[in-house]
T-cell receptor, first 110, second 114 residues
Framework: EDQVTQSPEALRLQEGESSSLNCSYT??????LFWYRQDPGKGPEFLFT???AGEEKEKERLKATLTKKESFLHITAPKPEDSATYLC???????????FGAGTTVTVRA | ETGVTQTPRHLVMGMTNKKSLKCEQH?????MYWYKQSAKKPLELMFV???????ENNSVPSRFSPECPNSSHLFLHLHTLQPEDSALYLC?????????????FGPGTRLTVT
């Protein structure tokens, strides 16, 4: 069974203070690793898909990287509007079932 | 309308009620999903419909009943729910045969069972 563990559970940052979120995974035949952002009371918003170790994707202040065992989401010089819960998910095998981690809640103070 | 829409956004129901959640996707996708999100827990996949087959998660109680009349619409019929069923119910869709596996989510229905 696919497993996804995210750390830390919560992260409080000062505006401009860069940091990284971790997503460790075990999956049989990785087909994709996904990062989502979720604001309170809303559905997850798709950010990135990573397919193979060494791959990197960037969007504004966010950069996602992938190794064979984990993925990192780097937040560079965060702003208060980056406050959200960031979810990691993996897709493996030959089905369509995403396995999600519990998320990291990021709070950026001005 | 764009993306994935869900109605209602909020629902309060008694344990003896019957209600339905509706999801519509405007993305031309061929797969749709129901997830349950409880506080401090990972999203739990409940049901999957794709162009090939319907897949059910065997651990979902029978008081939850999905219906997918076409590739754009998905329903979740609820009856005799329990208080522990209170959660955010999320619908998602994806295109499973184009190589992109990302799922796009609706805003969710916040369900409270009293």
């Amino acid at each position: 069974e696919d497993q996804v563990t995210q750390s830390p559970e919560a992260l409080r940052l000062q505006e401009g203070e860069s940091s990284s979120l971790n997503c460790s995974y075990t999956v049989s035949g990785l087909r994709g690793l996904f990062w989502y952002r979720q604001d309170p009371g809303k559905g997850p918003e798709f950010l990135f898909t990573l397919y193979s170790a060494g791959e990197e994707k960037e969007k504004e202040r966010l950069k996602a990287t992938l190794t064979k065992k984990e993925s990192f989401l780097h937040i560079t010089a965060p702003k208060p509007e980056d406050s959200a819960t960031y979810l990691c998910a993996v897709l493996g095998g030959d089905d369509y079932k995403l396995s999600f981690g519990a998320g990291t809640t990021v709070t950026v103070r001005a | 309308e764009t993306g994935v829409t869900q109605t209602p956004r909020h629902l309060v129901m008694g344990m003896t009620n019957k209600k339905s959640l509706k999801c519509e996707q405007h993305l031309g996708h061929n797969a749709m999903y129901w997830y349950k999100q409880s506080a401090k827990k990972p999203l739990e996949l409940m049901f999957v419909y794709n162009f090939k087959e319907q897949t059910e998660n065997n651990s979902v109680p029978s008081r939850f009943s999905p219906e997918c009349p076409n590739s754009s619409h998905l329903f979740l019929h609820l009856h005799t729910l329990q208080p522990e069923d209170s959660a955010l119910y999320l619908c998602a869709s994806s295109q499973v045969d184009r190589g992109g596996d990302e799922q796009y989510f609706g805003p969710g229905t916040r369900l409270t069972v009293t």
